[in-house]
């Protein structure tokens, strides 16, 4: 996993946890979505995996190279004073809303329990910014042996990111969390209904506008695909 | 210099020659006003007479210089679209084109019906990739007399412009394209997406749960202009060329080769400013030229 940090005052400033930018990136043709990882200044981070050239390209670039960026996109976390415990829980990749979660959980006055799980310690982030902090791995190489859901203990409010069979897990244990699902991504502005999300009551709604934040149990889990990268996989 | 953008096409007049394609910019409401000051006009998100959920995701993959989209006319239906977006529509600087869809010539009549004489409606885009379903489920547009007989029934019931959006998936254009204008058409758009498929290697089945999508974006481009002039040879009615446009040279394309406006469309998702750099582009590009409007621009139009 690679960050890279952009200059985007105006994003910057005005960044919810939860929320997206679009980048155009070299060697393919859509842009592709990011959650903003941490902010800090007039910069804004993403993290990535490179799954294909397009984030290979992303995280070989070198300082004061330029990238178009687009955001902020989407809906973020909806966080209200009141609750007084929040857990986060993050898989994979998924770890890249938590930063900014965490950091508008705490400003809100509650005590925040980060809950991070990989395949294995090599795949798990070193971000860990929680009052308590629990990591899980697949193999038992780090943490808990299992996943993230596991080894997670209730909150009052939960915040949920990672692969969507993550995330039907999570919607199972805590129909009231707010999950950050992945879809394929077309604009990110809500015209090409690319990013339809199937919802419970029946009908799609689109990540990229309503979302990408959802109450678990709003969610059509057995409709929403996997989220699978184009490359060829093991 | 100041180069004049103005033009009217197939009963409308516009401001500029670069349109919002159907499906690519929603009901208008989505991209931000800023973004508008240059646009020559906007085709509405396809509409049917009732809601449609649309089909389920994955909807769109990226492919070569492009992608491919199944998004199965999702909509709110016509009454939605007359309460909540043509009032809208009423108060911009721009017409606003509904882009119509239906399963019978019925349908396609009674479409037009419910919309003719709504404020904030300035025309009408037939789209004929359709299916007909009495018909086995033939596509309208693959067969000039069901063609032509949407047209017709769409042409009877209003005074509106009528443009009639053409498939590049026929053996001969022009014949769908003479077929259509015969039929009463104001004018043509060219191309609707081709239809194409993409397939999941790691689960050996099709990427788009729909099975096939249409193409878009600048991998139709060369094929795109090639049957937008094809079409523009075969009639004396306008055509619209659209096809992977992304850049004015892209749009100056079309336009040489004998259409009379372009729509953008895909170039939208990947940049929201796509269409006003692309009329700034153009006339840019005529003043360079020392053209002072677009009916100045040579256009390479042999007729058949």
Redesign the interface.
Known sequence: MGVVSMEAPEIAATVRAGQFVNL?LAG????RPFSVYRVDGDCIEVVLKAVGVGTAGLLSMLPGDLV?C?GPLGAGFDLTAGPRTAVLVSGGVGVAPMPLAAREARALGMRVTWVHGARSSEELCSEADGDVVIWATDDGSRGFAGTAVDAAPDGDVVLACGPNRMLAAAAERWPEAQVAVE?????G??????????LKR???DRAC?EGPIYRAADIDWV???AH?P?A??A | MTVDMGLAVGGLKLRGPVLAAS????YGT??PLLERRALGGMVS?GILLRPR???????????????L?A?GL?GPGVDALIRDYAPLWASWDFPVLVNINAESVAEYGELTARLDGVPGVAGFEINISCPNVEQGGLYFGNDPRAAAAVTEAVRKRTRLPVWVKLTPMVTEIGGIARAVESAGADALCAVNTFVGMSI????NKPRL?FRTGGLS??AIRPLAVHLAHQAARAVRIPVIGVGGIMRAEDALEFLVAGCTAVQVGTA?????RAIAEIHDGIAAYLELRGYSSLADLPRYLARD
């Open positions: 155009g393919v043709f859509l842009r178009s687009l879809t394929y991504m077309g604009c502005t809500g015209v090409c209904l690319g990013c339809a999300v199937p029946g009908g799609y506008k409709t929403l695909p699978l184009y060829i996989t | 499906g690519t910019f929603g989505e991209v998100k959920a649309g089909t389920p995701p994955p909807r769109i993959v990226e492919t070569p210089s492009g992608m989209n998004i999702q999941d290697l790691n689960a749960s974006g600048p939208t998702f990947v940049n929201p």
